[in-house]
């Protein structure tokens, strides 16, 4: 159902990342319901931005291109959106491939350890439990789980593979500034994700809009009523684009449906308007 004015999902993740389902279902299922766009932002690759914006010329719905991206900050860990570029970019295109690669050798490097420790995970296992999408510690995870090792997937994370836990490989990340520059040099628009709030975080606004970011995410299942409140007198007081999204993965374990958490159509405007604006202007 075409809804050219209705409201945007700009926060989905496929299978290519941690995600379910297929881009295509992704946008058939956003279209039927109303949606005027989706965005398909799959963590550090864009390798279902083909099959989304295939599927939304034949679904009748605006696909935007979109990817998140996860950075480092002083030992704080923050993720960026990138929405509106172009996705053959060949800059663009080198980054996430080499992300790609790094997200194979931490795999594989926790599976050792874990193997260290007497829990056999053999790395074909781990392979075929990510399939399209980018191996990470859910998949490590998952196979644990399967073997019997722990009693539950969240076990597998919280007893051995979770940030500071014994068979944890910290992940490595692109800084602020190249994660902007990427974005913006393939025509797109960064945008801070799923900040919270707090008077804090303002000074670190200051310095991500410093660094060329130009939007954040309001909308998002983790934002309260009063954060959504902060969070959009912080983006009007800097001329911020405001977006949001249902930050959908998986059924199982979701805090918001497709659809559930949206911007509004005047969001996704908002956002072309900066890409015009060109890759390198404010």
């Known amino acids: 159902m075409d809804a050219p004015n209705g409201p945007c999902d700009l926060h989905l993740h496929s299978h290519y990342s941690d995600g379910t389902l297929s881009p295509e279902e992704l946008v058939s299922f956003s279209a ?6 989706v965005s398909i932002t799959d963590h550090d690759t864009i390798n279902g931005q083909a099959e989304a914006l295939e ?3 034949r679904f009748g719905i605006e696909v935007v291109p979109g990817i998140e ?3 480092d900050d002083g030992g704080s860990s923050h993720h960026i959106l990138g929405y509106c570029f ?5 800059a663009l295109s080198t980054a996430v491939a080499a992300l790609a690669a790094q997200r194979i050798e931490r795999a594989r490097e926790i599976a050792r350890l874990l193997s260290d420790r007497g829990m056999a995970v053999p790395f074909e296992d781990v392979l075929a439990e990510a399939g399209k999408g980018s191996v990470g510690r859910p998949h490590v995870a998952s196979v644990l789980y399967k073997r019997g090792y722990v009693s539950s997937v969240p076990e597998a994370f919280s007893r ?3 940030d500071g836990a014994p068979c944890n490989v910290p992940k490595k990340t692109l800084p602020l500034d190249e994660v902007v520059g990427l974005v913006r040099g393939a025509g797109g628009v960064a945008v801070w994700a799923h900040p919270g709030w707090n008077v804090k975080k ?3 606004l200051d310095r991500f809009v410093a660094a060329g970011v130009r939007g954040i995410e309001v909308w998002h299942p983790n934002h309260s009523e009063r954060i959504v409140e902060a969070l959009s007198a912080a983006a009007r007081d800097r001329g911020l684009v405001m977006t949001g999204g249902s930050d959908y993965h998986f059924a199982e374990i979701m805090q918001a449906d497709i659809g559930e958490i949206t911007a509004p159509r005047d969001s996704l405007v908002a956002l072309r308007r900066a890409a015009a604006r060109g890759p390198y202007l404010p």
């Open 202 to 204: 303002d000074d670190l």
């Open 86 to 90: 172009d996705h053959e970019d060949a």
């Open 32 to 37: 039927s319901i109303g949606l005027s766009a």
């Open 160 to 162: 051995w593979i979770a």
């Open 55 to 57: 599927a939304g010329a």
């Open 69 to 71: 991206f996860s950075i």
